[in-house]
């Protein structure tokens, strides 16, 4: 029973450390894996996500509503931001980091000058489960089914309908797919307000496990960019899936046995690892290696 307990606790670590992941980086996906903009506001979103979650929360609504209810303000939010400022950057990737990064500051700030430098913390839900000796949440789990969920959805919207063709396209070839009857404006506006609305749920996902404060995102941003950023744009939901269970397969071990902290150096010296080898990412690699089995075959 002792080994069961065990092998059960390092599968539940190596999937809460890979959700995790997966979870800070879901908007940044999209944002950066598509669109190619730098969102260094992309924590801001998420706390506006979790704010979004608690202040409902502590007004009676049930949490799981309150989690859609972040989705769809973040998501308007960011399709304001995208129209007022963001569309004015499009293919100067230099000048979207610098006014994303302005856009962190005035949302944080903003945020401690109107709501203050904490929000009361929303319980854990769910409880937790034994095994052998060991104890672990029911929420995690949970939160492993849905980030599974969400990447099972974004894998459809983007390569089973006709939304995802057009965004393909835009991002690709912008000026082919506006001579070909695409609203690339549109799309612009749609994909920025997803990746915002994604953030934004996630932050509210993670609302239960962390402080909520103002600089609460800040948590976040490495993590997101180091999972983008290792799994590469060739494919960005099957690079980012590829790069969360490679980093937590090196986390997770070393976290067990020698600790957080170390475990967190060892999923940086991975990373830094695989992009010397992989400069494009995982995807890339991947993509590689299934061409040349193409012209093997």
């Known amino acids: 029973m002792d080994s069961l307990a065990v092998a059960f606790s390092i599968l539940y670590q190596l999937a809460t ?8 980086g879901l908007g940044l996906i999209v944002i950066l894996g598509m669109m190619n903009i730098i969102n260094l506001a992309h924590g801001e979103l998420m706390m506006l996500g979790a704010y979004t979650a608690t202040m409902l929360y502590h007004r009676g609504i049930p949490f799981p509503i309150t989690v859609v209810a972040a989705f769809f303000v973040v998501a308007l939010a960011g399709a304001v931001l995208e129209r007022l400022v963001v569309r004015w950057f499009y293919g100067e990737r230099l000048g979207a980091l610098v006014v994303t990064w302005g856009i962190s500051l005035v949302l944080s700030q903003g945020t401690l000058m ?5 929000m009361p913390s929303i319980p854990i839900p769910g409880g937790s489960v034994a095994v052998g000796q060991y104890s672990f949440s029911v929420y995690w789990l949970i939160l ?16 089973r309908t006709s ?21 690339t404006d549109r799309i612009y506006l749609l994909t920025f307000s997803l990746g915002a609305g994604l953030a934004g749920l996630s932050g509210a996902l993670l609302a239960p496990t962390v ?31 590829g790069a969360s269970s490679l980093l ?46 193409s012209r093997m075959a």
Request: hydrophobic letters at 60%; glycine letters at 10%; proline letters at 5%.
């Open 163 to 183: 939304f995802g063709l057009h965004a393909r396209a835009t991002m690709q070839k912008p000026e082919i797919a506006r001579a070909l009857g695409v609203n």
């Open 17 to 24: 450390n890979a959700s995790f992941l997966l979870l800070a």
């Open 114 to 118: 109107l709501l203050g430098p904490f």
């Open 144 to 159: 492993v089914t849905v980030t599974v969920l969400l990447l099972f959805g974004l894998g459809l919207l983007y390569n």
């Open 211 to 241: 402080s909520i404060a103002p600089f609460m995102g800040q948590q976040f941003v490495a993590p997101a960019f180091i999972t983008v950023v290792v799994g590469g744009a060739t494919n960005v939901i099957a690079g980012a899936l």
């Open 248 to 293: 937590s397969l090196v986390k997770t071990p070393v976290g067990f046995w020698l600790g957080a902290f170390l475990g967190n150096v060892a999923l940086l010296l991975a990373a830094l690892v695989i992009i010397r080898l992989m400069p494009d990412g995982i995807s890339a690699a991947f993509q590689r290696w299934q061409d040349r089995r």
